[in-house]
Structure formats: C-alpha cells, structure tokens
C-alpha cells in the first residue's frame, strides 16, 4: 500500500487512487428502482450490469432486478441498436414491466449509440413506456446518474395537462436510502399537504421477507402520479447535485416552479425543509413535529460537552456532506477535512459550488478546513495523516483508514457494505439527526472508555 511521509501531500497530476464516488449508471439504477413496476436496463456488456447490480444489492441486501444489452465484439464494433431492439422486445415478452428505464455505459457511450432514435423504432407495446437516461461513466458520480435517470423521468413522462396548478408539492429525495424517504414522506404526511415523490424507492429497496419473490415489489413512484408531477404547484429538490437538475426541468417544461434545499440533514437543514413546505402552503407545523425538534435540542445540549472542539473527517456524496457538515457545526465539532469524489457543480452548471458552500459553513463558524471535490480516499489519507482527526465519517471504504490511524469511525452515505440495516433507518430530519448523535456519541465514548480501560490496566500493571 502507498504511503506518505506526514506533512507531505504527494502531487499528481491525473489518475484516482481509491475513488471516493463510483460509477454513474448505478445511480441510474437505483433511480429507476423507484418506479413501481420498472425494470431498469443497462446498455452495455453484461459485466457493467452485473457489477451495478451487486454493488446495490451489498449495500441494500436487496436483490436488484435489471436486465443489459448484453454487448459482445459484434455490437462494440457496429453498435448497440439491434441489441437494444431486442431486449425492448424480450423485457416486454418475458418480465411485463410497466416502465424499461435504459440507461448508457462507457461503451456504448464512446460508441455513440442514438439512445432515443433506437427507443422510436423498437417494438414498445401498447400502454407501456420505455424511458432513457444517458450515463457515461467517464463524467461525473453514481449522483450525476441518478439525476440523470430523474431527469429522464420528467422528460418521458411528466405532463402539465389541467387549467390550473393542483395544490400538490413533487419531492424529490436525492441519492438517501429508502429509511430516509420514509421518514420525509412522513414529515410532509404530517403537514397535512398532498405530495408526489419521485423516484420512492421505499417499498422496493426495503421489503419485506414474504416468503415469497416478487419481481415487482410493491413500493415505488407510480407512473400517473410521476405523469401528474407536471400539474404540482411546486417541486422541491432536496439536494443540488442528485436533484436540481430534473427540478429545472420539469419548470421549464410544465412551468412548476423548483426550489433546491439541502438534503434534510441535521436540524438546520430539517427547519428549512419544513419552514419552506409552511410557508409555501400556508400551513402550521405539528405539535408532534415541534416534539420531535425539542428532544433532539434535548439531546445537542446534553451531549454537547463529548463533541466540543472535537475535529472530524468527512467524505461521500456532496449533498449528503454539505447536511452532515452543517450538522457536526451545530453539535460544536470542528470539521477540518471535508471531500467528495464527485466534482463540483452539476453537468453544465457552476463549478466550484460544493468547495465554496462548504467554505462558507465553515467561515461562520470561524474553522477553516480543507475542502475538495473530485478527490480521492488517498488523498484524504494524507490529510489525515497531515492533520489527525478525533473522528471519521463516511461510506465503508474509510475503515482501511481508522484502521491505520485508529480513529474512531461512522459509517455514513453509499455504499456500505459491510454492516446491515442502514437503508431501514433515516439520517434525515430530526429523528434522523437523533440517529446521527446516537451514532457519533457511540464512536467516540467506545473510545474514550477503552483509553480509560487501558490507563486503569496499566496502574494495575
Ligand atoms: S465500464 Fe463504465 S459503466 Fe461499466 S462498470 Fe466500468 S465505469 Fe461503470
């Protein structure tokens, strides 16, 4: 394994050594997902496919239905056309979906496969819909797919066809687990207000063991309702990188007006989201939503005393850092190392934008840290080692790097493949943030009690 002399940051010019971000058609995937009755279709060779699949069933212990393309020599040279014809033809003939959603690979991407002149000429069956969403792999993240696969979604099948706007909100959740959308459906249950979430992948990334296989699980956005989208009075996208850009879309499309929020993590980020659903339908937050925001002060301020000045790392998915940052801030720690492997800004928006919201948190808190986006594991590595951290938050990769440092560690974000349960159980809201607490006090306190185990060995030694 590399390594690197403390205080030294090895330069390099190109080249990623153990990414922090995988690969855009698994966040296509898992956005197709949450649509009920979807069977989402890769474009490409089947070892694309089969990795995309297994990435997702690790990190859900899910089985993950999808078909491919299945490209040999044949297609890599002439194209994917005939393929795709094909398996449009086979997807119908055998699985019935209601929904093929196809997405690209690098392959076909570099061979330039006309996605949508192929879908116009294949045999698509009466009632049924075939959607598309391109993906090459050598742009972006699995967060640039997944807003890709969303917006592919409103362009095939969002529609604006009454007089008027319904009073009706359209959420879109981001890249979070299916606990985490749960738990938003449950926060904009509890305002009383009429909601469209799309993609829902609650349902159908967490169901239940029934004994029986289902290749359609019963969760996921139903394709009317993902239709009537264009109709809502406002959609809100919670986070800029997985969800602005569909958002934008469908305003230009249907005329639905669009605001970004952060993903709702952490009690600042949760205030916002719900602040923005009160004002905007003219509606009172719940006495049961209060109770919940109370006893997670309750809780910030008896625990307060572990986390001051406490200095952590941080990396994953940008929206997800930029809610977990703002909420470590509000808890008194010092987040002094802050990356993500995807880069900055979306496909054709501003650059720099996650360096510089991260920057800002930062300078009203008085820290300053580093911040990068499109880095990698080894470089955060280096800054570690460069400037040692009292906790570690992130997917599983991070634990090679509290194993070598010894640092206390919090699995957080995508994937994690290692533990089980986390896609039941929300890190957004205020439960979520209990979740949160719960889970860097438990970190840090095992700590703390085995250096307080071992200086009470040693007396006795
Ligand atoms: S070839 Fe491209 S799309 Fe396929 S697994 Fe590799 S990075 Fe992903």
């Known amino acids: 394994m590399l390594d690197c002399t403390p205080k030294e940051v090895i ?9 922090a971000k995988t690969c855009q058609p698994i966040g296509a995937m898992y956005a197709a997902l949450g649509i009920h009755n979807c069977l989402p279709h890769s474009h490409g060779s089947q070892g694309c496919c089969a990795y995309h699949r297994s990435h997702l069933t690790r990190h859900f212990r899910e089985p993950v239905m999808a078909t491919t393309s299945s490209f040999t020599e044949g297609a890599s040279v002439f194209g994917g056309g005939a393929n795709l014809k094909t398996a449009i033809k086979n997807v119908f003939d055998i699985y019935n979906p209601d929904v093929m959603a196809v997405h690209t690979t690098c392959l076909s991407e570099t061979i330039g496969d006309d996605i949508s002149t192929i879908i116009k000429s294949a045999e698509v069956p009466e009632g049924k819909v075939v959607i598309h969403a391109n993906t090459p792999s050598y742009q972006g993240s699995h967060i640039t797919g997944f807003s890709n ?10 529609r604006a066809d009454t007089d008027g706007k319904k009073e009706q909100v359209n959420i879109i959740p981001g ?31 967490d ?30 996208a919670l986070g800029y990188y997985a969800s602005s850009t569909p958002a934008n879309l469908l305003e230009r499309n249907c005329r639905v007006p669009a605001i970004t929020l952060k993903t709702p993590i952490g009690i600042k980020a949760t205030d916002d989201f719900l602040m923005t659903l009160r004002s905007k339908f003219t509606l009172e937050i719940p006495y049961e939503l209060e109770e919940e925001r109370g006893q997670l002060v309750d809780v910030m301020t008896d625990t307060h005393h572990h986390f001051y000045d406490k200095k952590v790392a941080i990396f994953g998915d940008p929206d997800i850092l930029t809610g977990l940052t703002e909420f470590v801030l509000s808890l008194g720690m010092q987040p002094v190392h802050v990356l993500t ?33 499109a880095g990698d594991l080894f470089e955060l590595h280096q800054w570690i080692k460069n400037e040692p951290v009292d906790l570690l938050m992130g997917n599983t990769y991070g634990k090679y790097i509290a194993r070598a440092e010894d640092i206390p560690f919090v699995r957080v974000g995508f994937p994690i493949l290692d533990r089980s349960t986390h896609p039941y159980l929300p890190i957004v809201g205020y439960r979520g943030a209990l979740r949160l607490v719960e889970m860097i006090s438990n970190a840090l306190l095992d700590r703390q009690d085995r250096d307080a185990a071992d200086e009470d060995l040693e007396l006795v030694m």
Not at 178 to 197: Q, Y
Request: charged fraction near 25%.
């Open 11 to 19: 330069k390099r010019s190109g080249g990623l050594i153990n990414p």
């Open 149 to 158: 696969m969303v917006k592919g979604m409103v362009e095939y099948l969002a």
């Open 175 to 205: 890249f979070v687990d299916p606990g985490d959308m749960r738990e938003i459906k449950r926060l904009v249950g509890k305002m009383g207000i009429k909601f469209i979430m799309f993609p829902d992948t609650s349902g159908v990334m």
């Open 207 to 236: 169901s239940p063991m029934t004994g029986k296989f289902d290749m359609f699980p019963a969760g996921g956005a139903q394709v009317e309702d993902i239709r009537d989208a264009g109709n809502s009075s406002l959609t809100m």
């Open 341 to 373: 492997g995807t880069p900055s800004g979306t496909l054709g928006g501003p650059q720099g934008i996650f360096e510089k919201e991260i920057n800002e948190m930062l300078a009203a808190a008085r820290l300053e840290g580093r911040v990068k986006a």
